[in-house]
């Protein structure tokens, strides 16, 4: 999220520009598996950075969410308290919300919560009314920043991994605990990567979770990032009804706390956990975190009990031993380290990318504006905005649109085939799946896995064994070269 928003800021200036990214596809991070709310920014910190460039991150992403195509929603959120001890601190809340420019965050009898929120578990105590916190799409967002950075120039290189880092002409790359004096002046910066190595005059460091390895190979040693897991209980469509609003709990220090609500696919969510972990690989998710965020969710809303569940999920949250994020632009290195961004990284990502390209300004990145910056827009995956299946002029335009391949989302040929040949063409069946929705409907790809992996290695011209992440030993299977009928075969 944050380093797609920092190319595609960094693609309006006439730049050499590229984004490294070690996974096979951008957002698939922590970026993908988040609680996708819009945050306002009412509860930061006053003063910090994070509590400015949240601000301003809510402003800019609802300013270009909708000619990007990125689904948004802005369906408001209700602060609930639940005992006498966070009715008392609702008043604290609300002031620190105007200290952070939020005025219209007001408090709401018990009368109008439940008149709001008929569903809503007995016993609260009190609530605010947090009018402008919303939900978007996390998937769409990152391919959107850097599909528009790629059409501004920018070079995308996935499975790339930084491994070491060097001034030029040094040799050896440093390794993660090497140690050079801060601040010493660079020609350029020699990277060592997975895919070959990369000469850049500037580089900046957006490796989320591992954003401190990368800091420390640069010489500096400020911040280690502890991944702190959200764990999260996705329901099925037909809980949406239960509720209208984000409803929120009130925040403590180290986390916002378990939240319900609607996603933009028409879900409804429960989530997230905070805990601390040593592991930044580790995004199982576990019976006890279930069990607490049920327990939680019974308390809240108890019809989601009755529920369905679709999915489960974690995230890591790139959490550090700082209460603010980590963003400094060290000058005399020609390098930018972008790290910390915790809890709040997809609403702030745009605001993130102003900042940190406005102080690489400052510090001597020659940025001439080029006259014109091509600008795209995605392919609607949201429920609440126009989707191909139920446009007749879309369907007449190409037929494959009305031609329904995932059924619980709806899903069509056409835009499975537009995702395949997109301008960032996704690499395996997740990255289908975030660019379209299938296979992660109420039957999580029980009856269309086969189908879809058929188009999408028919359309791609790759083999069904590398579209199903299947070991060559094996798959046995050839590429697919035959028509529909001998793809559906294969993938049986
Ligand atoms: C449970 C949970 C709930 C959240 N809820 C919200 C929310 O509701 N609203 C909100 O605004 N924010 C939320 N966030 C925060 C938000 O998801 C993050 O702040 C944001 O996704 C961080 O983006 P990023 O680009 O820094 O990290 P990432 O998405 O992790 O991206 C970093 C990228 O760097 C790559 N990388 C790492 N090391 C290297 C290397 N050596 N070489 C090359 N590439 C490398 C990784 O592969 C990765 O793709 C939540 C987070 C979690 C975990």
């Known amino acids: ?20 990214e070690a996974g096979p596809d951008v957002g ?6 988040n609680t996708a709310i819009w945050h306002t920014g009412f509860d930061a910190k006053p003063g910090t950075l994070e509590a400015r460039l949240v601000r301003r991150g809510h402003e800019l992403l609802g300013e270009h ?8 929603e802005r369906v408001g959120a209700l602060l609930v308290a639940w005992n006498a001890e966070e009715l008392a601190a609702l008043p604290g809340i609300r002031e620190r919300a105007e200290a952070n420019g939020c005025p219209d965050v007001r408090p709401v009898t018990l009368q109008e919560l439940y008149w709001r929120e008929p569903r809503l578990g007995p016993g609260a105590t009190g609530a605010l009314e947090v009018p402008g916190e919303g939900i978007l799409c996390p998937w769409t ?61 500037w580089l900046v460091n957006a490796a989320g979770l591992h954003a401190d390895e990368l800091d420390r190979m640069l010489g500096h040693d400020g911040f280690t990032v502890t991944p ?13 009804p239960l509720l209208r609003h984000i409803l929120l709990p009130v925040p403590t220090a180290t986390t916002k706390g378990v939240l319900v609500a609607p996603t933009v696919f028409g879900n409804l969510l429960l989530g997230p956990t905070a805990e601390d972990i040593g592991d930044k690989a580790d995004t199982a998710s576990t ?44 000058a005399g290195q020609r390098y930018a380290c972008v790290g910390g ?19 690489l300004g400052r510090a001597g990145l020659p940025l001439h504006p080029k006259p014109s910056v091509e600008r795209v827009r995605m392919p609607n995956i949201g429920e609440a905005f126009p989707r191909p299946y139920r446009s007749a002029a879309a369907i007449a335009a190409d037929p494959d649109h009305g031609r ?28 289908l799946r975030r660019r379209t929705r299938a296979l992660m409907g109420r039957c999580q790809g029980f009856y269309c896995t086969g189908a879809v992996a058929s188009l999408f290695a028919e359309a791609s011209g790759r083999s069904m064994a590398e579209v199903l992440g299947v070991p060559p030993s094996r798959s046995g299977a050839a590429r697919v070269r035959g028509g529909p009928a001998r793809s559906r075969g294969a993938a049986t």
């Open 28 to 33: 698939a991070g922590t970026s993908k598996a």
């Open 228 to 240: 702190r897991r959200g764990q999260l209980v996705v329901f099925d469509k037909l809980a949406r």
């Open 1 to 20: 999220m944050v380093g797609t928003a920092i190319a595609r800021e960094l693609a309006r200036y006439r730049l050499d520009c590229v984004l490294l």
């Open 65 to 72: 969410a909708p000619a990007l195509g990125i689904p948004l």
């Open 341 to 359: 961004v915790r809890s709040t990284g997809l609403t702030s990502s745009l605001a993130i990318a102003e900042h940190v390209v406005g102080e």
């Open 404 to 431: 329904i391949v995932c059924h619980c989302e709806r899903v069509t040929r056409g835009e499975l085939l537009a995702a395949v040949r997109g301008a960032i063409p996704p690499r395996d069946l997740d990255g």
């Open 141 to 201: 967002t990152p391919l959107a920043f850097a599909t528009e950075a790629v059409a501004g120039g920018v070079e995308l290189r996935l499975a790339t991994r930084v491994e070491g880092i060097a001034p030029e002409g040094s040799g050896e790359p440093r390794r993660p605990m090497g140690r050079v004096p801060v601040d010493q002046a660079l020609g350029a910066h020699e990277l060592a990567t997975t895919a070959g190595p990369v000469r850049a005059r």
């Open 287 to 330: 019976a006890e975190g279930l069990a607490g965020l049920l327990a939680r969710g019974a308390r809240i809303l108890p019809g989601l009990l009755a529920e369905e569940v679709t999915a489960v999920y974690a995230g890591l949250r790139a959490a550090t031993e700082h209460a603010d994020y980590q963003i400094r632009v060290h």
